[in-house]
Nanobody
Framework: QMQLVESGGGLVQPGGSLNLSCAAS????????VAWFRQPRGSEREFLAA????????YYSDFLRGRFMITRDNAKNMAYLLMNDLKFEDTAIYFC????????????????WGQGTQVTVSS
């Protein structure tokens, strides 16, 4: 079964940027819709963004207001989440997920999940 590994999290000041990466273990990655979710401590997991297998169609949660961008590179079996203008409330564990799902699918429909990477926004 394909595995996903996130990286790129860390400590960043408010207003800063981070680029998270999601590495897939094999080339079947290119068949799947990929999404990013996050889970703040003590809160439920929330959807952030998704990208279709072809890389041409994307869907974002409205609350992001253009601050985040999801991309993928199927040749490298990688997906990315570029996060700009980070705020205290962006502090969370960030997960990537993959599945044979539509762009607006809820998290429960995704078959494959990474272990997460911690993002902490603090001054």
């Amino acid at each position: 079964q394909m595995q996903l590994v996130e990286s790129g999290g860390g400590l960043v000041q408010p207003g800063g940027s981070l680029n998270l990466s999601c590495a897939a273990s094999d080339a079947t990655f290119g068949r799947y819709t990929v999404a990013w979710f996050r889970q703040p401590r003590g809160s439920e997991r929330e959807f952030l963004a998704a990208i279709r297998s072809n890389g041409l169609n994307r869907y974002y949660s409205d609350f992001l207001r253009g601050r985040f961008m999801i991309t993928r590179d199927n040749a490298k079996n990688m997906a990315y989440l570029l996060m700009n203008d980070l705020k205290f409330e962006d502090t969370a564990i960030y997960f990537c997920a993959a599945g044979d799902v539509i762009l607006r699918a809820p998290g429960r429909d995704y078959e494959l999940w990474g272990q997460g990477t911690q993002v902490t926004v603090s001054s």
